[in-house]
């Protein structure tokens, strides 16, 4: 309550601070590393489908794996990979996983791992209950990843940009997944507006500029 300059990383936490703590803030986005765009080579005979986070109630992984089994008549033209930590109390999930060829189980990769697979990636699910602003959907911007959010549409990023989708519930996810591989030429108009945003919005270099200027 003493900080002479407050940062938020995006309109809703800026509400939210003055809303309950009455204090303006300044809003600097979120930062992520430039990515060099000649290392970001998609795969061009499959498309790849990411989950990434921990497995835990809020983050609902089950979902992502009904989302495999709906892709049955999908399965030669996708993989999906879930990567993350996961407790005792998840394991039974695992044998669901084995049942369906086409879905991965990659474990708790480094952060050097994920960033890769999403380099040849074209597509992160985010079936979280509540999300704040994640991380992930940064990383995955700026690596030309398509943003599929059951909850999350942090200052409406997704919708206003035109870089991802919000989908409510498993008839829409289902939907619109199979929308994509439909018509793969979409993917790659979304992935390229999702990397200028990202490098636009989202870039180191900018955003430390910004947090100077605080000082």
Known sequence: KNASVVISQNELQAHNLEKRWRKNSVIINQMTPL?????????TDKVLIL??????????????????????????KVELYMC????????????EVESIPWLKYLGPLSQEDVFKLMAESHILVNTSKYEG??????????????????????????????IGF??????????????????????DVIGEKAYKYAVSNHGLDNNISKIIEQL
């Open 133 to 162: 602003f994640s991380n992930t959907f940064v990383q995955a911007w700026m690596r030309k990843m398509v943003v599929i959010s059951m909850n999350s549409n942090p200052s409406n990023i997704l919708t206003d940009n035109g």
């Open 35 to 43: 990515v060099a765009e000649e290392t970001i080579n998609k795969r």
């Open 166 to 187: 919000i989908t409510p519930n498993m008839s829409s996810l289902t939907q619109t997944v199979e929308q994509l591989l439909n018509d793969t030429s979409v993917i």
């Open 84 to 95: 993350g930590r996961i407790p005792d109390s998840y394991c039974h999930l695992l044998k």
């Open 51 to 76: 989950w990434v986070a921990n497995f835990k109630d809020a983050k609902r992984p089950e979902l992502f794996i009904e989302l495999a089994e709906s892709l049955a008549p999908y399965k030669d």
